[in-house]
Nanobody, 127 residues
């Protein structure tokens, strides 16, 4: 049984930082592209960052230079370090396992390539 369990969400002021973690179990970690998505109130779910562990990670333009995705294959953990947070980063953040080793293009359709979702963790950034 595949499980993705996120942690690390919370409330911060603009300019602050948070680190999200996702513990993955039930699958061979290195065989999949992994990623983070988010969904703000009344908006669609969007890709934030993805990594296949070998090539360079990819980021949404809105978070480039502020967010860093990383994975620890030994600990089977995916992380998202978020710095210089803005109110528009407020959303529920989801850890995701893509259905292939190759990461899809990080566009509006990226969520259609997700095979497994975590339960989500709330991030709230106040101005």
């Amino acid at each position: 049984q595949v499980q993705l369990v996120e942690s690390g969400g919370g409330s911060v002021q603009a300019g602050g930082s948070l680190n999200l973690s996702c513990a993955v179990s039930g699958l061979t970690f290195r065989f999949y592209c992994l990623g983070w998505f988010r969904q703000a109130p009344e908006k669609g779910r969007e890709g934030v960052a993805m990594s296949d562990g070998d090539g360079g990670p990819v980021y949404a333009d809105s978070v480039k230079g502020r967010f860093t995705i990383s994975q620890d294959n030994a600990k089977r953990t995916l992380s998202l370090q978020m710095n210089s947070l803005k109110p528009e980063d407020t959303a529920i953040y989801y850890c995701a396992v893509i259905r292939s080793r190759r990461c899809p293009v990080l566009d509006i359709a990226a969520k259609d390539y997700v095979r497994y979702w975590g339960q989500g963790t709330q991030v709230t950034v106040s101005s």
